[in-house]
């Protein structure tokens, strides 16, 4: 029997990995008698859980439909006459066009996130730098500074440049806003490709181009996907950069909520109408790509 | 052995020892030009990144140095450390930075022990799996400004929030949970918005535990609570730092939460440090004292930060490839 | 069995493992590209004309660039920023009529809650980055920013040349609070004092009278009969909530009437003074003993609620709370008696004077279109569309004499004498019983104002609610007053 080195003793360690990962996903835990009792016990209360967390999001969804009345009752109603005026009321004060700002800088810097960020992540794992591990304290740190401190400033410069009230403004503000968690997620994706596949590829003549496209990519693909939801979720809901550089122009969705708080008046319903169409992109967004959310923030290069 | 291994062509040999070269020697980075075309991809991140952020942030510190409030014309000239003296002689200052420490740290905790649970009961196959899923990660997805306003209005009003109607059969009523208990009030809000992301992380990690283990260790006779003490949990902890490390990033800068329901008070029971700094820049206009205190918060963060990558970097210290 | 792979000047071995490892995988690799290869190709380029697709078709439909628009021969784009109250929605409503009297004229308008844009116009008007042509301000700024320069004489450039616009029909008072040298710098959307709001059957059946020109002592007897906790109804219902314009307004007002006032002639801040001490120790005692629950957090909207669903029985607050308690409950409406701002020791009248107007930021463009656009937000024409489409009860009210005058209001509006009594009562200029060196009834009108009133509302705010006593949150008060006026040299 030949000793394996310390090479072939990690790559069949990965082997053994990427089996025993995929043999996790599938069904497991076949219990009898009692212990299946008791794993239904489990299950009741699992979705008893979830069902108390995610009560507050049916709250707001149910408030929508009730007449303005009807959101300020004790006890609070779960039979009302349902009305579809709340909703009436938030699309005719215009819900188009925060709509398409918000659609518009979310696709545009999430785009501009996962391009510049993917050479990043490439240059801290596949082939790492140096200095990596700066690097990635660097990028970390640039969460650090509150958004508060530098708005003056911001708007300022803002101003100088005539981009006050303007998509393309929070666009470039938030893609460093979304980058260091991108590249920290690519980075991680990215390390899971197996070296052997890369080396492989280098062995058959592979340039970085070919390698990137037939070798990496598909590999990473839900990684990327993952990523991309990541920063969608963060652009789609930022306030406070939206709601101090802009106004008329370019307001986006958080700010179209905030504008139906009304100073006097009855406004919770409207509030859980308006609430529920802003949320209700990323929700499904995320419903629809939660199998990739669970990858994505799996980091599974973590060893 | 038996094997037959037909001899490689040349320059397939070349090829081959190159890679296998470059593995043994490990990360030695190579020799100059090599250095900068691993450099090169860094390069658009690193160059948009400095512009975009430290651009702001020069202003920011130019403006630390100067007094200028934005309603008194004219007020804006050189006035050196002096807004930095302002911000250390403020007693809210303070406050604001105890109050950031313990709204972070009691929300990371929580959330991140709810996750644990959560995860763990998600690990096993039951009915309807998938739905659940679904309803446990939505908190994270919904706007925080939505949130802050629905806690604020449906759930903690004292008259007709659903709170007060759960509550009331056990002689809790009317409480106004804002104004009495603002601090666990907020963080309960953001425990709830933040669990399913640690609930995530903490899933990938039980998803990637090796099955042959835990079923070796059931064969072995191990009760389910020594599993997880001396299997299980050793198995995420990473993911947990991971999870505490990123949640922390978030949840200091917590801002919309605050503003939307208790506007930092009653008093200053919720000020945090962005809100401190909001109270700075937009109600009393100083913006020489915003940009020294949005400094010093920048500087304190990371040496905190500092400390904590040190604890972590176990996380990272085992996943540089070798290329 | 170990292979010797050599070349000039090298010598390595590598196990036979290694080697079949490494080719394995490429022939592996190989294989696996073929098939997928075409489908990921497709997929890429179906991805990429999608997104190109739907960023050209978002972006030639949205983003623009926010230069202002000169004033071109066909038409001009003014921005307004407002703040979102009841009228502003409702007159939003009625901008088709607007376009109608000018076709070439297109508002975009900015609607955010008070604070949030409060904070928004201040930064962009003291920058001058001229985001907005028109803003709506109230009484607190526009003298402040008149002086600064900030504001465009309206008096001068428009009214003048105006006479449709009928200023002499503004309420006296409510003018004058926008004027600075004697030049109106604003013009007045919506304006309003403070009064006593009473549900008249609970005091009938408590066996009490209201007096239409009370006195604090005689209200804090009657929320004393009137509370009832039991029932969930309490005594009487005050703003708690922190902010300068939130719980500072009546408390202010009180701490006029009890003879005290912010600051002195020397701008020596006054907070600990008995007199002040007075006033707030009787405003926080009344709010903890006979107040709504969870009075520490409670505004406008709060009390509203109360008040709305019979469960407060006393309410003095703003007099633009009276048509929006006609709109959202009818009944109890009918059932509201009315007083004057009840007064202290001193017996001076108390009503508060807030007034939302709108002003043109000196430097933007299209004066003249901006001009077109609030003169008819503010004008008699808008009041009587107001009417026609929402009823005589929900028209803006308090900034023109016309409205009070005319029977179609006076029949709905039962509010509406007391409520023009109140803001004819109203003089900023002299608010408290001794001479002081500031203008402002429930604010005093200095930039400082904004921070230092919140500061102090957040430490009364923590007194409501128990946290800390009335004596701390003064002296702490206090404090912050005297180093806002080091700091600032006033």
């Known amino acids: 029997m030949t000793t394996l080195s310390p090479v072939e003793g990690a790559t069949a360690g990965n082997i053994a990995r990427v089996l025993a990962y995929r043999r996790s996903r599938r069904s497991h835990h076949k219990l009898f008698g009692r212990a299946r009792l008791f794993g239904h016990a489990w299950s009741v209360f699992t979705w008893l859980i979830a069902i108390v967390l995610f009560f507050p999001v049916f709250w707001m969804v149910l408030t929508a439909f009730k007449p303005e009345v009807s959101a300020y009752t004790v006890p609070p109603q779960i039979i009302f006459h349902p009305t579809l005026s709340e909703f009436a ?39 790492p730098v140096k200095r990596w591990r700066d690097t990635m304290f660097f990028f970390l740190t640039l969460k650090m500074l509150p958004p508060v401190a530098g708005i003056i400033p911001i708007y300022i410069v803002a101003r100088n440049l005539h981009l006050l009230d303007n998509d393309w403004l929070l666009v470039i503000l938030y893609v460093p806003m979304n980058l260091p968690i991108a590249v920290w997620m690519l980075r991680s994706f990215l390390l899971e490709v197996p070296r052997e596949v890369l080396d492989a590829a280098r062995v058959d003549g592979a340039n970085v181009v070919t390698e990137l496209t037939r070798v990496i990519l598909p590999i990473v693909r839900p990684g990327i996907v993952a990523t991309a939801l990541i920063c969608v979720i963060f652009s789609w809901n930022e306030f406070f950069f939206a709601v101090n550089l802009t106004a008329t122009q370019a307001g ?39 199998k990739h959310l669970v990858r994505g923030l799996a980091l599974g290069a973590i060893k | 052995m038996g094997d037959t291994v037909t001899a490689p ?19 030695s980075g190579g020799a100059g030009r090599r250095r900068w075309v691993r450099r090169l991809p860094l390069l658009p991140a690193f160059v948009y990144v400095i512009v975009v952020t430290q651009v702001p942030f020069i202003a920011t510190i130019w403006y630390s140095f100067r007094s200028w409030n934005l309603l008194i014309p004219g007020s804006n000239h050189f006035t050196g450390l002096r807004s930095y003296q302002e911000v250390f002689a403020d007693p809210t200052f303070l406050i604001a930075v105890i109050n950031t420490v313990e709204l972070t740290a009691s929300a990371v905790i929580i959330a991140m022990l709810v996750g644990i649970g959560l995860a763990m009961l998600l690990n096993r196959e039951f009915f309807g799996r998938g739905v659940v899923r679904t309803l446990l990660i939505t908190p994270f997805l919904v706007m925080p400004v939505a949130s802050a306003l629905l806690w604020k209005t449906t759930m903690y009003d004292p ?17 106004a949970w804002l104004s009495t208990f603002p601090m666990p009030a907020i963080v309960t809000i953001l425990a709830w918005e933040w669990a399913p992301f640690m609930m995530l992380i903490v899933l990938a990690g039980l998803q990637s535990e090796s099955l042959e283990v835990l079923e070796a260790a059931k064969v072995d006779g191990a009760s389910t609570v020594q599993t997880f003490t001396r299997l299980t949990f050793p198995h995420i902890r990473p993911y947990v730092q991971l999870g505490v490390l990123l949640g922390s990033v978030y949840i200091i800068q917590a801002f919309g939460e605050i503003f939307m329901d208790t506007a930092g008070g009653p008093g200053t029971a919720t000020t945090n440090l962005p809100y401190y700094l909001y109270e700075q820049v937009f109600n009393a206009y100083n913006v020489g004292v915003g940009a020294a205190a949005g400094v010093i918060v920048l500087i304190g963060t990371e040496i905190v930060a500092i400390f904590a990558l040190r604890l972590v970097s176990s996380l990272i210290a085992g996943t540089a490839m070798i290329g | 069995m170990s292979v010797c792979l050599s070349a000039p000047g090298m010598s390595k071995t590598y196990s036979r493992y290694e080697l079949t490892l490494v080719v394995k995988e490429a022939f592996v690799v190989r294989k696996r590209m073929s098939g997928r290869s075409r489908f990921l190709r497709r997929g890429v380029a179906l991805t990429a004309i999608v997104t190109m697709a739907a960023t050209g078709a978002v972006f030639s439909s949205g983003a623009t660039s926010a230069q202002p628009k000169q004033a071109k021969a066909a038409s001009v784009t003014i921005r307004v920023a407002v703040v979102s109250t009841p009228q502003v929605t409702e007159v939003e409503q009625l901008l088709p009529d607007f376009y109608k009297m000018y076709p070439n004229i297109k508002v975009a308008i900015d609607t955010l809650p008070e604070d ?47 006479p449709g616009y009928h200023v002499s029909d503004l309420i006296k008072p409510i003018a004058q609070s926008l004027m600075s040298g004697g030049e109106l ?61 939130e719980n500072l307004a009546p408390l202010d007002t009180v701490i006029n009437t009890f003879g005290g006032s912010w600051f002195n002639m020397k701008w020596v801040p006054q907070l600990t003074s008995p007199a002040d001490e007075q006033a707030v120790n009787f405003y926080v005692k009344l709010l903890r003993t006979y107040g709504e629950p969870g009075a520490a957090a409670d505004g406008v909207n709060e009390c ?139 604010f005093v009108a200095i930039p400082e104002f904004i921070n230092l009133g919140n500061e102090v509302s957040e430490q009364i705010s923590a007194a409501i609610a128990g946290r800390e006593s009335v004596a701390t949150a003064l002296s702490i008060s206090q404090q912050d007053a005297l180093t806002s006026v080091s700091e600032n040299g006033l």
């Open chain 1, 89 to 127: 009321q938030v699309l005719s004060g215009g819900i188009l066009k925060p709509f398409e700002h918000s659609a518009f800088v979310t696709a545009v810097s999430t785009a501009a996130v996962l391009v510049i960020s993917f050479p990043a992540a490439y240059a801290l794992s596949v082939r």
């Open chain 3, 185 to 245: 710098y604003g013009v007045p959307f919506t304006g309003e004092s403070s009064f006593v709001m009473y549900n008249k059957s609970m005091l009938k059946a408590a066996g009490l009278t209201m007096p239409l020109h009370p006195t604090w002592t005689q209200i804090a007897a009657m929320a004393a009969k009137l509370n009832n906790p039991s029932k969930g109804v309490s005594g009487i219902c005050l703003r708690g909530e922190p902010g300068w314009g």
């Open chain 1, 252 to 290: 986006t969705m958080p700010v179209f909520l905030v504008g139906f708080l009304t100073t006097e008046g009855l406004y919770w319903a409207k509030l859980c109408a308006a609430s529920t169409l802003c949320c209700l992109p990323v929700i499904l967004a995320g419903w629809i790509a939660q």
């Open chain 3, 116 to 162: 949030t844009e409060r904070a928004i116009i201040e930064t962009d008007i003291a920058t001058q980055a001229n985001e907005f042509n028109a803003v709506m301000i109230s009484n607190y700024e526009t003298p402040m920013w008149a002086k600064n320069h900030w504001l465009v004489d309206l008096s001068k450039n428009f009214i003048a040349s105006d």
């Open chain 3, 304 to 442: 509203l609620q109360y008040y709305d669903s019979n469960k407060t029985a006393i309410w003095y607050d703003s007099t633009a709370v009276a048509p929006e308690i006609a709109v959202d409950a009818p009944s109890v409406y009918a059932n509201t008696g009315y007083a004057f701002a009840p007064t202290g020791p001193s017996g001076r009248a108390s009503g508060w004077q807030y007034v939302w107007s709108f002003s043109i930021a000196s430097g933007t463009p299209n004066q003249k279109a901006t001009w077109d656009f609030i003169s008819w937000m503010t004008s008699k024409q808008l009041i009587s569309e107001a009417a026609q489409k929402f009823g005589w009860a929900a028209v803006p009210g308090g900034n023109r004499t016309s409205t009070y005058v005319n029977p179609k209001y006076q029949k709905v509006a039962t509010y509406g004498p007391i409520t023009l009594a109140s803001m004819e009562a109203a003089r900023p200029d002299d608010p408290t019983v001794h001479p002081v060196p500031y203008t402002g009834i429930q």
């Open chain 2, 9 to 27: 062509s040349r320059s397939t040999v070349e090829r081959i020892r190159h890679v296998l070269d470059r593995r043994r020697e490990g990360d």
């Open chain 2, 159 to 175: 008259l007709y929030g659903l709170l007060d109607f759960v509550l009331s059969p056990f002689g809790i009523h009317h409480v």
